[in-house]
């Protein structure tokens, strides 16, 4: 991802990704999903420190966990469950949209660096490989 908009999402959801050490690995297209399920997580709680950000096999991966200091069990649970399910549906969305415009994808990048990608960018795709 572009530094400026790797900055602006570190910065806009602080403290959440002050630990992503590896930044995060995948291409601008997807920053709109990763955008929009921060601000839902940080809807819900600000105890969660995400990770890993990362494109691998065509789909987003996303991993957090949650500070479970000031929370009993079910509190836990609770919230676990709901960014559990914020996730996966952004992962769901990421792999319907290219991953280097953020247009809608029609299929997958076959080689070397397997991607989710539009027509266009899967043709790119295409014609440097061959
Ligand atoms: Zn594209």
């Not at 966990?65 to 609770?78: F, H, K, M, V, W």
């Not at 991953?99 to 043709?123: F, I, M, N, P, Y």
Request: proline share 2%.
């Amino acid at each position: 991802m572009t530094p400026e908009l790797e900055d602006a999402l570190r910065k806009d959801f602080a403290p959440m990704y002050a630990n992503l050490t590896w930044g995060f690995a995948c291409e601008d297209g997807w920053e709109p999903i990763i955008r929009k399920l921060s601000k839902n997580i940080a809807g819900i709680t600000n105890t969660v420190e995400v990770d890993c950000v990362k494109s691998k096999w065509a789909g987003l991966r996303f991993y957090f966990e949650i500070d479970r200091t000031s929370l009993n069990e079910s509190e836990y649970e609770r919230i676990y469950e709901a960014i559990d399910k914020l996730v996966e549906s952004a992962c769901d969305l990421a792999e319907e949209t290219c991953e280097r415009c953020g247009k809608k994808a029609v299929g997958v990048s076959d080689g070397g660096w397997v991607q989710t990608l539009c027509a266009v960018h899967l043709g790119k795709q295409t014609d440097a490989v061959s």
